[in-house]
């Protein structure tokens, strides 16, 4: 990035030396003449030098203070195949503590060692409860775990406290699935389609979404 930066600079001055030298060429015969233009091209080289060093100042400030911005801190319930993707793709930018549940010990051993740097727990409780004892503050919250007969296991999870846990976050995002609208033949499919599923998992979420709705 940096590299990008300096070349137009770089280009710039190699412009300014090349006429400091034609001009100097030029009115070699006049010893004064030949001075001033000697005395111009040390200034425009000099000032060359001076605009290549503060780009690459500036370049380095915004670095520093890309890496000294403040992490966020979101928590993805449910790491499997398409949470553990958000989830390292939140990792790979820097900017996010990125907190983690899966039910199996073993999944959780497999993510711990293919996402370094997720912090993984067993349920929402223990992650919640993990962040609040380090200062964090839970600002994000993806829900991609499917529900089951029992509910939508994050709020099963929360009980009573879960409106209250949520009322805080500044986004929650929930991952659904198009089964909610059952089998449209073909058409064409948006969220102001009426629902209409034909499975269990589809009525299963439904029933979730009516519940995140409340």
């Not at 449910?78 to 930018?93: D, K, M, N, P, Q």
């Not at 919250?141 to 879960?162: H, I, K, M, R, Y």
């Not at 198009?178 to 439904?206: F, H, L, M, Q, W």
Request: overall charge positive; hydrophobic content about 45%; glycine content about 8%.
């Amino acid at each position: 990035r940096h590299r990008r930066q300096v070349v137009p600079v770089l280009a710039a001055a190699a412009s300014l030396h090349a006429v400091a030298r034609c001009s100097l060429a030029e009115t070699s015969s006049i010893p004064r003449l030949s001075e001033k233009w000697t005395a111009d091209r040390y200034g425009l080289t000099l000032l060359a030098v001076v605009l290549v060093l503060a780009v690459l100042a500036a370049g380095r400030l915004r670095s520093l203070l890309w890496q000294a911005r403040p992490q966020r801190t979101v928590l993805v319930f449910g790491v499997g195949y398409t949470g553990e993707r958000i989830a390292a793709r939140l990792l790979s930018l820097g900017s996010w503590r990125v907190l983690g549940t899966s039910r199996a010990a073993d999944t959780r051993q497999r993510l711990a060692a293919s996402l370094p740097g997720i912090q993984l727990f067993a349920n929402a409780k223990e992650a919640l409860e993990a962040a609040a004892s380090k200062g964090w503050f839970v600002s994000h919250l993806l829900v991609t775990a499917a529900p089951g007969e029992g509910g939508d296991p994050l709020l099963v999870d929360l009980g009573e406290n879960a409106a209250a846990t949520l009322a805080g976050m500044e986004w929650v995002g929930y991952l659904s699935t198009v089964g909610v609208y059952g089998d449209c033949v073909g058409a064409e499919v948006d969220e102001d389609r009426p629902v209409n599923p034909k499975s269990k998992r589809g009525t299963y979420r439904v029933e979730a979404e009516n519940a995140w709705a409340k």
